[in-house]
């Protein structure tokens, strides 16, 4: 099985706090799909509340570990209805391990600001 016909998973957040450094509700030791290993292929934000300042980076990293180790999603400062999206492989490489439990964060850089959080992973 390749990545363009493999199993996607899609995972939502409403109205995450980005001004703040933490794992997002709804998001922490998010079980891998047995035996498979994943890939983000889109990491998408609605900005709901002004993100003020600087940037704010989603992260998705080894749940406990390294928070932004396999991909991430910088925010700029954005007023509210701006969409922001993409991805970007982190340090240990756009793969999420096989069986790893793994996570959804924000680096709280915005001094305020709340998205709506969109994250698709494809397994194979």
Known sequence: M??????QT???????ALDTDAVLVGGENIPAIAGLTGRV????VYCTVALTTNPTI??????GG???GYA???VPASSVGTITTGVTAGALGNKIAA???WQISSNGGAAAGD????VTVEWS
């Open 2 to 7: 390749s990545y363009s016909n493999g199993i």
């Open 41 to 44: 292929t889109s990491i998408t």
């Open 10 to 16: 899609t995972h939502f957040f409403d109205g995450a």
């Open 115 to 118: 998205g709506d959080v969109l």
């Open 66 to 68: 390294d928070q932004d």
């Open 99 to 101: 069986d790893d439990a």
């Open 58 to 63: 989603i992260e998705i990293g080894v749940a």
């Open 72 to 74: 991430y999603l910088s």
